[in-house]
Structures are given as C-alpha cells and as structure tokens.
C-alpha cells in the first residue's frame, strides 16, 4: 500500500520526532521491519545502516562528533512511488569548533504504508 500525500506527512512527522529523540521503538513504528538506510556526509564517510543497532550507533555516534546540529529549508516533494526531501544543514564538529555547512537531498521509499528505504547524499557548502 503506498501511503497518501498526508499519510506520508505523518510518517515523516514521527519519524523526525524518533530520530531526534532517539527512540528506536517509535522510529520502528513509522518505517518498515527491513527498513534501509544509506547514508553518505558529503565528505568522506558511506554507510548502509539495516538495524535497530546499527541506527543508534550511528545516532550515538553522530552525537559524539557534534556537539550542534540543525536542519534548515526543509522541503519534501512527492512523486507517486517515492518522496524527496532537501535541506541544508548546519554542524559544528566537538573536537575542533569547526563549521560546516551542507545541502542535501534524502530519497525515500515506501512499503505496507511505511516508510522502506531512506537514501541521503548531502555536498559541502562554503561557510562564509
């Protein structure tokens, strides 16, 4: 079943709700049993996460490298089969106070009206 326009509005809603919170029984509510999660940061580092496990070490993770993390100018847009959402996004590395700033785009998929796949690719921005 793919979900409506509005019904990915709320898939999305709880999922961001989840992930910032970092509760993975939520999270796993909203997405599908075998869900995926590709991940590139733009700069060197490509992962595949497709646990529970490998979601919270790499939310755990990202906490200990950054010690700031927003989101701004997010958009979704729909296509029949699968949803788009850009951003940009601004980090300050913990070790060293540096800045970066990336904008990106995550593909998303769906499944038995929950969300299946998450791909995310972002490209560095210059910080003026």
Do not use: C, N
């Not at 300050?92 to 929950?114: D, L, N, S």
């Amino acid at each position: 079943m793919m979900p409506t326009i509005a019904e990915r509005d709320v898939l999305f809603q709880a999922f961001a709700k989840a992930l910032f919170k970092g509760d993975l029984d939520a999270l796993y509510r909203v997405v599908s049993p075998d869900f995926k999660w590709s991940f590139h940061d733009g700069l060197s580092v490509t992962k595949s996460l497709g646990s529970a496990e490998a979601i919270a070490a790499h939310i755990a993770e990202q906490k200990t490298l950054l010690s700031a993390q927003r989101f701004h100018d997010v958009a979704y847009h729909h296509l029949p089969d699968r949803s788009f959402m850009t951003f940009r996004i601004s980090e300050t590395v913990r070790a060293t106070g540096e800045m970066r700033e990336q904008r990106g785009v995550e593909q998303y998929t769906f499944a038995a009206g929950r969300i299946a796949t998450k791909d995310v690719y972002r490209k560095p921005m210059t910080v003026g």
